[in-house]
């Protein structure tokens, strides 16, 4: 009789919804997850996803939330585990090699766009923002330099022309989780071909602050457009002042009606919201919010008259 192989083990860096589901398809698969290293939330962000921390939890994982990954600490304690592969879905902290180079098959990360396009941080925002048709989930081996190492399987998911990115996150997360299904086989057989990230014909993006969610009227009404899907709630969401106010856009859609008669900035015709842009177009704004409560189109109409 031949006897069994012992199941593939590995050491999970892992937050967000991506590190959840993919924790999950770990699991479905067989691998023996024997710690998950994961973030403390922070109380200043909106935490609007699942926690890794929680589903550890339900599953009996031991999980650890260290505030540097290269503390010596960390180190011995995945040398003492000597996992088959380590994983990272969406760990906001670059690992060092040290590290990496202690699991015997391989680390691998899950990156949120179809590398060598969009590598760095906040993918789905900035793909958003740029007006891609399409984006996906990319597992890769990881290197010294963020997302640069050679591709082992990607998934493509649509961006339709009204997803903001919070809708493409979802799409992304479902991506995300089937990549990591597909290719686990070969990955545990050893068997997979690797192809190589090009980064000569990629990009690098840095994160995102609230400051960048602010709108600039001079721009085309698709690229304001653009920047609101990329960060409408729960993400901070676009903004502007005006009228000795800040303002920031919860829900809105191209106008397709005349604007050019009207200065660029906030508008109320015929009792609806407009954000009239640059090219003479404008934004019908669905949800305005002031000190994040909805504005109505009566109570902006009254703030604008107040200050003109």
């Not at 380590?86 to 060092?96: A, C, K, V």
Request: proline letters at 6%; hydrophobic letters at 45%.
């Amino acid at each position: 009789m031949t006897a069994s192989l012992s199941p593939a083990s590995a050491v999970v860096f892992a937050y967000h919804n991506v590190g959840v589901r993919c924790i999950k398809t770990l699991l479905a698969r067989g691998i023996q997850i024997k710690l998950v290293v994961s973030h403390q939330d922070n109380p200043a962000e909106t935490i609007w996803f699942e926690s890794v921390a929680d589903l550890c939890r339900q599953q009996g994982i031991p999980c650890i939330t260290p505030d540097d990954p290269k503390a010596p600490e960390l180190k011995a304690q995945l040398a003492d585990i000597a996992p088959d592969f380590i994983f990272s879905f969406y760990y906001r902290h670059m690992l060092p090699l040290d590290l990496l180079a202690l699991a015997k098959r391989g680390a691998y990360n899950l990156h949120g766009s179809l590398l060598p396009k969009y590598r760095g941080r906040v993918p789905v925002n900035w793909a958003v923002l740029h007006g891609e048709t399409e984006t996906g989930a990319t597992l890769h081996e990881m290197a010294l330099k963020p997302d640069a190492g050679a591709i082992i399987a990607q998934t493509a998911v649509p961006i339709l022309p009204d997803d903001t990115a919070y809708e493409v996150f979802g799409k992304l997360t479902v991506a995300a989780e089937q990549c990591l299904w597909n290719a686990l086989p070969d990955l545990v057989a050893g068997s997979f071909k690797a192809l190589p990230n090009d980064l000569s014909v990629g990009s690098y993006f840095g994160g995102r602050k609230p400051e960048d969610g602010r709108i600039n009227w001079q721009q085309t009404a698709q690229q304001v457009y653009n920047l609101h899907r990329a960060v409408a709630p729960p993400y901070p969401g676009a903004f502007t002042d005006q009228a000795g106010q800040r303002f920031v856009i919860g829900k809105a859609r191209l106008f397709h009606g005349d604007a050019a008669n009207l200065p660029t900035g906030l508008h109320v015709v015929d009792n609806v919201v407009l954000g009239v842009c640059g090219d003479g177009c404008a934004l019908h704004i669905i949800e305005l919010l002031m000190n994040g409560k909805v504005v109505t189109a009566q109570e902006l109409a009254a703030h604008l008259s107040l200050a003109a």
